[in-house]
């Protein structure tokens, strides 16, 4: 007889942990999911379409950083000074 490996015992301890917390959030599901959202009608219809959709994420991860960039460079001038001497971004300016 071959024992079980510790990578086994440790999987099937995940698994089972996995689904006990499935069948405690099912109830909980089961009461939101009707409850309605704009532009999807549920949250039953928003989560299944936030599911799908985020199976593209991993092909858009290289678009992160110039995004980021990008909003910065768009955003960072109307943020107002007062903010960045507060948050010690940026110095204060000398007093004449």
């Given at each position: 007889a071959q024992r079980p490996s510790f990578f086994s015992i440790s999987n099937a301890s995940q698994a089972t942990a996995s689904l006990s917390t499935k069948t405690m959030l099912q109830p909980l599901f089961n009461v939101i999911a009707p409850l309605p959202?704009?532009?999807?009608?549920?949250?039953?219809t928003a989560?299944?379409?936030?599911?799908?959709?985020s199976k593209a994420l991993p092909r858009m991860v290289g678009w992160a950083v110039p995004l980021s960039?990008?909003?910065l460079w768009f955003v960072w001038p109307a943020v107002d000074d007062g903010w960045?001497?507060?948050?010690?971004?940026?110095s204060e300016p000398?007093?004449?």
């Open positions: 959202v704009p532009l999807f009608g549920s949250v039953r989560s299944m379409f936030a599911c799908a959709k960039v990008g909003a960045k001497i507060q948050m010690g971004i940026k000398p007093k004449v």
